[in-house]
């Protein structure tokens, strides 16, 4: 006789079960992005640091380097290349000569607007045929986790 393991599903969905909804969905999109990033001649990487400079308006350095987990020198390669690209600029604080800042070019706004298009197509061909409650439901939840998540009070830091 071969066993067989039966998963019992409770009632109600748990937190770990979001977890790995959210690992699925991000590892799917972002395996289907590879292509998309050849083809704008950018790196996964590269990718994520142009949008953090995006994202946070202006950025140093050492922050990008704090978001990504990355160390500063791995980010200012990272920075290099996009500046060489013509994606993002470096440039003195107004109010710290000290500091150097970086901003994304009109170049960089197009290349990060045109893989999150893709994003979006990616998506929408994902839900096509879904329940239109369904998918309303998928994004007032995430809209929800994601404003709990940058509460700084509301999730205690992950530490090692």
Do not use: Q, Y
């Amino acid at each position: 006789m071969v066993g067989r393991t039966v998963l019992v599903r409770p009632e109600s969905p748990s937190v770990d079960e979001l977890a790995l909804s959210v690992h699925a969905v991000m590892r799917s999109v972002l395996h289907r992005l590879h292509p998309v990033l050849e083809a704008e001649k950018i790196s996964m990487g590269e990718f994520w640091t142009l949008h953090l400079v995006s994202s946070l308006g202006s950025a140093r350095v050492g922050t990008i380097a704090r978001h990504l987990s990355v160390s500063a020198p791995t980010a200012c390669a990272k920075v290099d290349e996009l500046e060489r690209s013509g994606l993002l600029v470096r440039h003195r604080s107004d109010s710290d000569r000290r500091v150097v800042e970086l901003a994304m070019t009109p170049k960089g706004r197009r290349v990060e607007a045109r893989v999150w298009s893709r994003v979006g197509v990616l998506m929408g061909a994902a839900a096509r045929g879904l329940p239109a409650n369904d998918v309303a439901t998928a994004i007032r939840v995430f809209h929800e986790v994601s404003r709990r998540l940058d509460e700084p009070a509301a999730v205690p830091e992950l530490r090692a």
